[in-house]
């Protein structure tokens, strides 16, 4: 018999058990239906960071658990020395919805890093023998916690305990090409950035900025690899933020969307790259691209199209923008807004970690993008009522006790 604990409780056994990694907060989630989450105590809250910006169908999509059960019932994993429909199709799909030309699945967004990483290195190993490539990378950015994703992670903080890191790292400014062209040596491979910056801010590329980049690499015969693991699948208004700007990678990391709950993750190359990097042997994984993960990945590109979610992104950030401009113009505790479509920070002049508390004590889930940001990457199936009961609740957490 399963005796039910308090939430207080079960918090207790959970810091008896678990690696202190997390500062959570004191709140157990037990379900979730459309936008709204519930604690075990059945309190509902209005969710805003969709698990770090990864439930865009929102929560108990029926289209997305039947398909999920259906898969379950006939084979959840076989490995990769066998063939699976699911994967083949997976990979049909998003090469079709990004324009890209091989897939190689992983389990994460720091594994597909990780990949992208050897494919460039492997690139440029074949065209000259050498093993002193260079790989630029920008200030302030995010791109995961294992070794590789963490050594192009342009905060030094998450990486200084760890050091020494892979090596052969620079990074430059974002948005600065001189900084870019500054960092430039005959040993160069790759550039890597956010194509929206998420943990360093909700800092979106400049179009001139990537351009030029691309210009460049195109040039020098340099990779340029686009992290789209937050940014991309929708969030912008585009399935991937870099076709805003028609400024194609050659090679794209994906995630946390993509399944939209299930643990997968992918990176992408352009044929060139495909033909000349990573071979049989260079690189595999045990759980990538199972039949699950990629059962996931079919019915999440389908209800995206189905459901036109590009379209309601469109809409519903421009509407989401226009309230939260409404607050950064009514209160003096907020400098601006930035970001694009569903992918909204307010900065603030002070650490928001207070307003932030307070919201989820008035039944609203947000999430920071450093001390002074609120970060908002809601389901991407919400409402402007949705936005409406966001701000209202938001502006009774700021209205009256600024941070």
Known sequence: MVIKMTQS????EAEKALLHTYNRYQVVLDKGEGVYLYDIDGKKYLDFCAGIAVFALGYH??????????????????????YNVPAIEAAKKLKAVSGMDRVFFTNSGAEAVEGAIKAARKYAYLKDGKTDHEIIAM?????????????VTGNPKYREAFEPMIGNIRF??????????ANVTDRTCAVILETVQGEGGI???KESFLKNIKALCEEKDILLILDEIQCGMGRTGEMFAWQRHGVKPDIMTTAKALGCGVPVGAFLMTEKVGTASLTS???????????????????????????HIIDNVKETGAYL?????????????ISERRGLGLMQGLVFKNPVGPVITRALEKGLILINAGADIIRFVPPLVITKEHVDEMT???EECIGGQEP
Do not use: W
């Open 9 to 12: 409780q079960y918090i207790e």
């Open 392 to 394: 209202g609740i938001l």
């Open 172 to 181: 430059a400014k974002m948005n600065d090409f001189d900084s870019v062209l």
């Open 281 to 307: 042997g260079d690189h595999g994984t045990t759980y990538g691209g199972n039949p699950l993960a990629a059962a996931a990945i079919n019915i999440v590109l389908d209800l995206f199209e189905e459901n």
């Open 203 to 205: 800092f979106p590329a």
């Open 321 to 333: 923008a226009m309230r939260l401009d409404e607050l950064a113009a009514r209160y003096d505790c």
């Open 139 to 151: 200030e302030h950015s995010f791109h995961g916690r294992t070794m590789g994703a963490l050594s």
């Open 61 to 82: 999509n029926k289209r997305y658990d039947d398909a999920l059960k259906a898969q379950i019932d006939k084979v959840i994993h076989t490995s990769n020395y066998y």
